[in-house]
């Protein structure tokens, strides 16, 4: 009986199966392919496959379900079938001509090509599974990967000691399992230099946070002073108080400034920082606290007048008008975060406040719109200071009512409508624009060169600080007319310029503001200006500037990618005045110029770099 009708006689006949089999065999997974350390088949099996090949060399390989059944059912045969079929398939090799043989090669290795072709098939049938369970039955084997060439290695493996003896060079890791060559040959770890660097990462840990403590230190000009040492230690224990006594206002300030860095802030603590004789209430992290702790501000600080409430983002309209109600010498207000506060709530505090209200800075209040700016204006006339921010319910409409406020001294208007126009905005510092000495107009991409000129240079004719960050729509050209312009009809020079993120400014606008602001500005942003080149920063770093010391305090140059070491060092030399330098994105500065240094200005306090890498 040939092979093939054997075969379709056991698969006729098939006995119980688990779920787990079944689902093995359907995915060509045996018990016989699962072990790795099984033996080697015996001869016969290579017998018989040799026989499998003589009688069908045109027939296609079987599917790997029925080859696994079939080599299983075989194992259950009796010993005398095995030797008939090896005797057969002896003999039948016996009487074989030569040129019959290399017919048989060529189609063994033909059947084994199909063989391994319906092996990858079948693994990649399984690719779902295996994603489904990960690697967890699999190894990595180790990288065959070698710069060295094959001379080398060998000559490499074996190695004279002092002693004379042989020993191997080459060694395997205990930890990875990866061949390495040992930097010391008289060395006897077995552990490679990546696991002794992964072993030795909490030790360098500890070196560099103790290194950096240590930095710190010197930084601090000797020992710290008594004052701070005790506001660091009520800082540390503002849960175990009950009051503060007789500390003067500044401390209060600094204290809920470390604890809102601390996000330790919330209705129970606050009761410290509140008091009828308190004129003065800044708490700068709010999340923690309720409406109800908000109100505890009204009933406990009656007398107080200028109110600072950051992040106060559950703060809603019944505070605000409560506020308006209790608060009755309060002139001075700052809100940040009050997303949930509406207009009814704004009216009414502007309403009750009146003509006392002389500063007024609302960040991201969402709800803000023209009805309350209405109020704002027509009721609120002495209003010196405004600073609306992140308000996007301003638009057009509302800033119409800005013109009337005649005696505005420092006008912020940042990020508001999307529909806001360069008319509107020409509008109405062409009106309030005499009296500033402050204008900020950040994050108008639209805004036009044209505004500059008419509106500002024309206009504000005491300008000292001026922000126009992130308008990028600003051309150099524009800049370089407007700041000629503006220093021809201001009285005052500027003492702080912040152009952020304005990115087609280049060296002409840098060189012009030295010329004619070099003398006079303490502040200066010119972050993302990626344009400029070290020709123009080497002009900015200079000590005197047309016969007057540079008075550089603050410099923000983040992300110009021209500032360099020598750069760098020509501004902390000769800056005499230099407090503070941000250096954010500047990947030309090198651990030569940064790491572990230390740069003293004129009055030999220590210049602040703000955004080293290496610190």
Request: hydrophobic share 35%.
């Amino acid at each position: 009986m040939s092979r093939r009708q054997n075969n379709g006689r056991r698969n006729a006949v098939r006995g119980p199966t688990s779920a787990l089999t079944s689902f093995l065999q359907e995915r060509g997974i045996s018990a016989r392919n699962m072990n790795p350390y099984q033996r080697r088949a015996p001869a016969n099996d290579g017998a018989e496959a040799t026989e499998n090949v003589e009688e069908g060399e045109s027939q296609t390989i079987e599917p790997a379900e029925e080859q696994n059944e079939s080599s299983s059912i075989s194992n259950m045969e009796t010993s005398e079938a095995q030797e008939a079929r090896s005797t057969t398939a002896a003999s039948s090799s016996q009487i074989r001509a030569p040129a019959e043989t290399e017919t048989t090669s060529s189609t063994s290795k033909t059947v084994k090509r199909k063989r391994s072709t319906a092996k990858k098939k079948a693994e990649s049938d399984d690719d779902v599974f295996e994603d489904d369970f990960g690697d967890w039955n699999k190894h990595t084997p180790r990288s065959t990967f070698s710069k060295r060439t094959k001379s080398e290695e060998k000559s490499i493996w074996n190695v004279p000691n002092s002693t004379g003896a042989v020993r191997k060079a080459i060694k395997f890791c205990a930890k990875c399992t990866r061949r390495f060559l040992p930097s010391d040959l008289e060395s006897e770890s077995s552990i490679c230099g990546a696991c002794e660097g992964i072993d030795g990462s909490k030790s360098s840990a500890r070196k560099k946070k103790a290194l950096k403590k240590m930095l710190v230190a010197e930084r601090s000009d000797g020992v710290s002073s008594l004052r701070e040492l005790c506001v660091k230690m009520v800082a540390d224990y503002i849960d175990c108080l009950e009051e503060f006594g007789d500390i003067s206002e500044k401390t209060k300030v600094k204290i809920s400034k470390i604890l809102s860095r601390r996000r330790l802030l919330d209705g129970n603590n606050m009761k410290l920082f509140l008091g009828p004789q308190e004129r003065r209430v800044e708490l700068f992290d709010c999340t923690k606290i309720d409406c109800q702790g908000f109100e505890q501000i009204a009933y406990f600080c009656p007398n107080v007048e200028t109110l600072n409430l950051s992040l106060c983002g559950r703060m809603r309209d019944s505070v605000l008008m409560l506020f308006g109600e209790k608060l009755g010498n309060l002139s001075r207000i700052t809100l940040s975060g009050c997303f949930l506060v509406t207009d009814a709530a704004f009216s009414s505090i502007f309403g009750a406040i009146g003509p006392r209200l002389l500063e007024l800075n609302l960040h991201h209040a969402a709800k803000l719109t023209s009805v309350s700016v209405k109020v704002l204006v027509t009721d609120c006339v002495n209003v010196e200071k405004l600073t609306l921010d992140q308000c996007t319910g301003v638009d057009n409409d509302a800033l119409i009512f800005l013109k009337s406020l005649k005696n505005l001294k420092e006008l912020r208007l940042n990020c508001l409508g999307a529909n806001i126009t360069n008319d509107m905005i020409t509008t109405v510092i062409s009106e309030v624009g005499k009296n500033l000495s402050c204008l900020s107009l950040n994050g108008y991409p639209g805004m036009t060169d044209q505004l500059l000129i008419t509106g500002i240079a024309a206009n504000c004719k005491r300008l000292i600080e001026l922000s126009l960050a992130e308008c990028e729509n600003l051309t150099e050209e524009g800049m370089v007319q407007f700041l000629i312009e503006l220093k021809g009809k201001s009285q005052n020079d500027l003492v702080s310029l912040n152009l952020y993120r304005n990115v087609n400014l280049k060296d002409d606008t840098l060189n012009t503001i030295v010329n004619l602001y070099g003398h006079s500005l303490r502040f200066l942003n010119i972050n993302g200006l990626d344009e400029l080149t070290p020709r123009s920063l080497m002009c900015l770093s200079k000590s005197n500037i047309a016969g007057h010391p540079n008075k550089l305090e603050e410099l923000d140059i983040s992300w110009v990618r021209a500032l360099d070491d020598d750069v760098f060092l020509e501004f902390v030399r000769n800056l005499s005045h230099l407090e503070t330098i941000r250096v954010w994105g500047c990947n030309k500065l090198t651990e030569a110029s940064l790491m572990g240094k230390q740069w003293k200005n004129g009055a030999g306090r220590l210049i602040r770099v703000v955004g080293n890498e290496f610190d």
